[in-house]
């Protein structure tokens, strides 16, 4: 009877140090993850706006901005405020890592058609653009249309225009503005081209 006792007191006691031993590691596990856990970093997330708008491959174009005939301004006959509304549809690094986009809008009541190459220069783009005008209301004439710009974010754009070369109008812009009525291109008040401008805009 004493040898059963004993060996049930050993038994007792053995089992209370095992499962003391398993509680241990289980603490010892949970202080572990738990350290784990709260050293991990919390990944980053990329919100700049260039890069949520870098896979749009079309774009409303709004801006607004002036032409002229001449440089310097003040030697100018005259200062064109041009409001322009375009869409853009753009074929994503079609010429090696560059964008190949076409656009086809209006300034003022003049529609027009672009063709441009984009260079993407996060955050910034560099953008060249060509194509043509036809003024179809008031003077009857058209031109080749060019443009340099730099966009913001794909938001923001500013462009330096510059027209070339295009057919004399019926209308004369300088006169008409002056005088704040149509009047006739009498072949002495006609355009002087290169005719050139600066334009801001706005990509929604």
Not at 57 to 82: C, D, H, N, Q
Not at 134 to 140: A, K, R, S
Request: proline share 5%.
């Amino acid at each position: 009877m004493k040898n059963t006792n004993l060996f049930l007191k050993v038994v007792l006691v053995a089992l209370v140090l095992v499962c003391g031993s398993m509680m241990q590691n289980v603490y010892s596990q949970e202080g572990y993850y738990y350290k784990k856990a709260v050293t991990v970093p919390a990944p980053e997330i990329e919100n700049d706006e260039y890069t949520a708008r870098e896979g749009r491959t079309y774009f409303w174009i709004v801006g607004g901005g002036a032409m002229v005939e001449k440089l310097p301004i003040s030697a100018a006959k005259y200062t064109l405020p041009i409001i322009f509304v375009a869409y853009e549809s753009i074929y994503k690094k079609s010429i090696s890592a560059l964008d190949f986009s076409w656009s086809i809008g209006f300034y003022d009541l003049m529609p027009e058609i672009e063709f441009a190459v984009t260079v993407p220069l996060k955050p910034f783009d560099i953008k060249l653009s060509a194509g043509g005008y036809y003024d179809l209301i008031i003077g009857g004439h058209a031109g080749l249309l060019t443009k340099v710009g730099i966009i913001i974010n794909k938001t923001i754009g500013f462009d330096v225009i510059l027209v070339p070369i295009g057919t004399q109008p019926t209308v004369s812009y300088s006169e008409s503005l002056k005088k704040q009525k149509i009047i006739e291109n009498d072949g002495q008040h006609g355009l002087d081209f290169p005719i050139m401008g600066m334009m801001f805009s706005v990509r929604i």
